[in-house]
């Protein structure tokens, strides 16, 4: 089965300074890869997802996404954080036979 | 404008009460899922539904139930055999049940047990 890890339960950062949140996944078949974000008491909504194709995957609110095979991880990137993108992260891999695998999520906490 | 809508937003229960959550979607999307939210641990799943009149068990199954009556509908029951039941529900539909298929959440339920 797989499983899918988000070492950074936290992650602190200044307005403008670039940011990167941690996945990890275990799985012994292709999967499909997914950064969800979620706002303060509010559902979830899809930032990117990995499919097949190009590793680099672009996303909105500026994020991106790299598939590295090899390392077995789908790092969350952005050059320039804002306020606004304060909230909690979470990192998603499923496969073709099983269903979605939420990590435990990242709260990154962009300060002025 | 499409999208998915919980109710109530914040609801309390006395223990060993039945209760309700509704989800409604009108995105036309033939799967519904519902997760259930705990601090530190992520989204789990409790039910799925790919199809009206049907539904699978997620992860975390007992103590809850559901249906698929209609499409568009899928309510999820908290009984009183659920241990723990104080959480943050979040439903959630994709357009066909398949596992590259990007899930469209609702802004969740919090469900108080007292």
């Known amino acids: 089965a797989q499983s899918v890890t988000q070492l950074d339960s936290q992650v602190p950062v200044f307005e403008e300074a670039p940011v990167e949140l941690r996945c990890n996944y275990s799985s012994s078949v292709s999967v499909y890869l997914f950064w969800y974000v979620q706002y303060p008491n509010q559902g979830l909504q899809l930032l990117l997802k990995y499919l097949s194709g190009s590793t680099l995957v672009k996303g909105i609110n500026g994020f991106e996404a790299e598939f590295n095979k090899s390392q077995t991880s789908f790092h969350l990137r952005k050059p320039s954080v804002h306020i606004s993108d304060t909230a909690e992260y979470f990192c998603a891999v499923s496969v073709i036979t099983d269903k979605l695998i939420f990590g435990t999520g990242t709260r990154l906490q962009v300060f002025p | 404008d499409g999208g998915i809508t919980q109710s109530p937003k914040y609801l309390f229960r006395k223990e060993g009460q039945n209760v309700t959550l509704s989800c409604e979607q009108n995105l036309n999307h033939d799967a519904m899922y519902w997760y259930r939210q705990d601090p530190g641990q992520g989204l789990r799943l409790i039910y799925y539904?790919?199809?009206?009149?049907?539904?699978q068990k997620g992860d975390i199954a007992e103590g809850y139930s559901v249906s698929r009556e209609k499409k568009e509908s899928f309510p999820l029951t908290v009984t009183s055999a659920q241990k723990n039941p104080t959480a943050f529900y979040l439903c959630?539909?994709?357009?066909?049940?398949?596992?590259?298929?990007?899930?469209?959440f609702g802004p969740g339920t919090r469900l108080t047990v007292l």
């Open positions: 959630a539909s994709s357009i066909a049940g398949q596992y590259s298929d990007t899930q469209y």
């Open positions: 539904s790919q199809i009206v009149n049907d539904f």
